[in-house]
Nanobody, 124 residues
Framework: QVQLVESGGGLVQAGDSLRLSCAASGRTFSSYTMGWFRQAPGKEREFVAAIIWSGGSTYYADSVKGRFTISRDNVKNTVYLEMNSLKPEDTAVYYC?????????????????WGQGTQVTVSS
C-alpha cells in the first residue's frame, strides 16, 4: 500500500515557475514507477511525466517537454515536478500516481495509487 500527498500548487503568472512535491508513504516507494498527471475542468486526465524506480529514465508529454522536469529522491520518498515557463494552458489539478509495474507508462489505468491532487493556476 502506498499513500501519496501532493503539495506545491498555487496561483502564478505566465512564465513563472513552480515545484510540485509528492510525498509517499510505504517501504516499497523506491521500487515504484511514479507519474504526474493533470486534469483541467471539463477535460480528461492527461499524462504529464513519468520516472522509473531508479530515476534513470524519464518520459514527458510533448506539451511539457523542455519546460517540466520530473525527479525523485528515494531516501525522502518524494517525487518532484519542476515546472518552468508556465502557460495558462497548464492550469489544472495535478496528481501524482504510483505503479509497481516496471517501465514507463502514460496510461492512468496502469497506476494503482493516486494522491488527492494540487491545484495549479496560471494567469495570463
Amino acid at each position: 500500500q502506498v499513500q501519496l500527498v501532493e503539495s506545491g500548487g498555487g496561483l502564478v503568472q505566465a512564465g513563472d515557475s513552480l515545484r510540485l512535491s509528492c510525498a509517499a508513504s510505504g517501504r516499497t516507494f523506491s521500487s515504484y514507477t511514479m507519474g504526474w498527471f493533470r486534469q483541467a475542468p471539463g477535460k480528461e486526465r492527461e499524462f504529464v511525466a513519468a520516472i522509473i524506480w531508479s530515476g534513470g529514465s524519464t518520459y514527458y508529454a510533448d506539451s511539457v517537454k523542455g519546460r517540466f522536469t520530473i525527479s525523485r529522491d528515494n531516501v525522502k520518498n518524494t517525487v518532484y515536478l519542476e515546472m518552468n515557463s508556465l502557460k495558462p494552458e497548464d492550469t489544472a489539478v495535478y496528481y501524482c500516481a504510483a505503479t509497481p509495474r516496471r517501465g514507463l507508462t502514460t496510461t492512468p489505468k496502469r497506476y494503482d495509487y493516486w494522491g488527492q491532487g494540487t491545484q495549479v493556476t496560471v494567469s495570463s
